[in-house]
């Protein structure tokens, strides 16, 4: 039962915006019941959790969180407003985070661990699935604002760019498989996965999330041979040509071309600069920050932009908590690099397996900051739940691992005394060649 629960809130933590039902409870939504629930199952299990390590990013997560409580005493404070809507909007920032602890301490052995992770991936798979049926719905002919696919993220085009991050921040754990892998079966299925979350990521024609996308591209080519990623960078330059007209359209609308010749950018990109620029002004008037949630209706007084989101989710941290929920911030996102880092160093030299999941994970973890520099998805349960239970589910896998090598060794070198001990001759000759020069 509970890893079925464990299972299903994977699922459900990205379906959730598509499928969500009222509890009866004020503030409490079904995925807060789920968690609740799943808690309950792990507290009355009747079983004992083999990993009692500390983890590695509790103190980092745990700041973070008193900077949020921090910014919505502000709010309430300084611009008091709806006091349950801030409420709710607090306890569903701090909902997410939490799914870390549950997953790393989630009392399964290292099989159904395995079988967690594979989830999150298989979940990835299908949310991609979503989008690659909207995107050749609306057609792949020519781009259209409101042609944007948002996949399971969001029910029209303005959560596209929300979306483009998900599958950027996931596509390198399909790719480190495909690399890294030495079985043919799961190096075909990662390629599969690859294939799936790439077409998801073009019908998003979120140009942040190419970006975001190529970079982490090369820096596992780069990591598995320079050469490899040379002829594989070639051969994907070559085939530009072949991309849907819509996407080659929407990178184009970057650069622009002013009344007299002259270049510029478009109108989304330079509008974000603007509202960044009145955002560094917000925080100049309240060095403390305006308050949680209380962005949209501050920036009208310091742009010409009323109603918008930052774009940018440090700028929106800066201006809505101040430097010390930012500080807060930045020791969360290099908590999740020093986890990769941990991972890559913990992984057992001889499995494939365990390297392919530590160097994928140490680029997702890269491309998950890169995605909040051009969107603000860092709060979103449906967006960032999988990566928090991500880095939960890995840092046990490995745990696991690494206690199971020197177990294994144990047993191999209490067997070869046990031989010593029944052939005594061979104890002798063992000496003798071990003294001899």
């Not at 996102?333 to 941990?342: D, E, I, P, S």
Request: charged fraction near 15%.
């Amino acid at each position: 039962m509970l890893r079925f629960l464990l299972l299903f809130q994977i699922l459900y933590t990205v379906y959730q915006g598509h499928y969500n039902f009222e509890s009866g409870v004020p503030g409490l939504n079904l995925p807060n019941a789920l968690f609740l629930l799943v808690l309950l199952a792990l507290r009355f299990s009747g079983k004992s959790d083999e990993v009692h390590a500390k983890a590695l990013m509790r103190g980092p997560l745990l700041f973070f969180m008193a900077m949020l409580v921090l910014a919505f005493a502000i709010a309430q404070m300084r611009a008091p407003g709806l006091f349950m809507v801030d409420l709710t909007y607090l306890k569903n920032a701090l909902f997410s985070p939490l799914l870390y602890f549950m997953y790393l301490h989630c009392k399964q052995d290292l099989k159904n661990t395995r079988l967690l992770v594979i989830a999150v991936m298989v979940v990835a798979g299908l949310a991609a699935v979503q989008a690659i049926r909207q995107g050749f719905d609306y057609g792949i002919g020519t781009y259209v604002e409101t042609h944007r696919a948002a996949g399971p993220f969001g029910s029209n085009f303005r959560d596209a760019n929300r979306a483009g991050v998900y599958y950027a921040m996931f596509l390198p754990m399909f790719i480190g498989l495909a690399l890294f892998l030495q079985d043919k079966r799961w190096r075909i299925a990662a390629l599969a996965g690859v294939v799936l979350l790439t077409m998801a990521l073009l019908f998003t024609y979120s140009r942040q999330a190419y970006f975001i996308a190529v970079i982490g591209l090369v820096v596992l080519l780069l990591r598995r041979s320079v050469l490899l990623a040379l002829v594989l960078g070639a051969a994907l330059a070559s085939l530009v040509g072949f991309l849907p007209e819509s996407v080659t359209q929407r990178v184009a609308e970057t650069q622009q071309k002013g009344p007299h010749g002259e270049e510029k950018v478009d109108e989304s990109t330079a509008s974000r600069w603007e509202i960044w620029a009145g955002a560094l002004a917000m925080w100049q008037a309240n060095p403390a920050g305006v308050g949680q949630n209380r962005f949209k209706d501050e920036i009208g007084h310091y742009s010409a932009f009323q109603h918008f989101d930052a774009h940018n989710f440090y700028v929106l941290t800066l201006a809505e908590g101040g430097p010390q929920e930012l500080a807060a911030l930045l020791l969360l996102v290099v908590a999740t690099f020093r986890l990769g880092a941990w991972l890559r160093r913990s992984m057992p030299p001889d499995d494939p397996e365990a390297r392919a999941l530590a160097l994928g994970f140490s680029v997702t973890a890269f491309c998950m900051a890169l995605g909040n520099l051009y969107g603000s998805p860092f709060l979103e349960g449906n967006v960032m739940g999988t990566f928090w239970i991500l880095c939960g589910l890995l840092e046990r896998y490995m745990l696991l691992k690494t206690r199971q090598a020197p177990a294994s060794t144990a047993l191999v070198v209490g067997g070869a005394d046990r031989m010593l001990e029944r052939f005594p001759l061979a104890a002798r000759a063992r000496g003798l060649s071990a003294r001899r020069p």
